[in-house]
């Protein structure tokens, strides 16, 4: 009975299996953009001094076009050879105060020697693009600091 048992479960417990990854096993489409692209698609990068944190780096940009469908943001930061360092995700939250309900912010604080490699990825899933990331390079877009 037991054998009965286990050899009706494997299959149900592969079909689990695979549901819950499923969504991890996901691929999205990742690409650069330009501050010109990013322009178009209307988002904007800031940066200002931040004390003892060196500088605040965020992110704007309305939830619109393939943007209605923001999923989340990361940074990315790579080493002085281009490999991978750390990604982080990035909780949406304004940055300045009075900011409209409808504007979406992500932000982060490193040293200025430091931003030449970083990056924001920026995911849609299910936009009219499909599942996709993009990612911007902090360095194209802000020059001094």
């Known amino acids: 009975m037991n054998r009965f048992l286990f050899s009706s479960l494997t299959p149900a417990l592969g079909l689990f299996l ?18 010109e692209q990013a322009k178009e698609a209307g988002i904007t990068m800031h940066a200002r001094k931040n004390g003892d944190a060196g500088v605040l780096v ?7 076009g393939f943007l209605e469908k ?5 940074l990315q930061m790579d080493d002085a050879e281009g ?7 990035l909780k ?3 940055v300045v105060q009075g900011q409209s ?3 979406v ?12 490699h970083c990056y924001f990825l920026v995911v849609n899933y299910g936009s009219p693009l ?4 993009h990612l911007l390079k902090v360095s194209d877009f802000i020059k001094d600091l």
């Open 130 to 133: 499909g599942d996709v990331g």
């Open 58 to 64: 965020w992110l704007e940009f309305k939830k619109d």
């Open 18 to 35: 695979f549901a819950i990854t499923h969504q991890a096993l996901a691929m999205i489409s990742i690409g650069h953009f330009s501050p």
């Open 101 to 103: 309900d409808d504007i």
């Open 92 to 94: 949406p939250k304004p």
């Open 105 to 116: 912010s992500v932000s982060f604080s490193a040293q200025p020697e430091q931003l030449k």
């Open 70 to 74: 923001f999923t989340y943001a990361e």
């Open 83 to 89: 490999k991978p360092l750390l990604s982080a995700m």
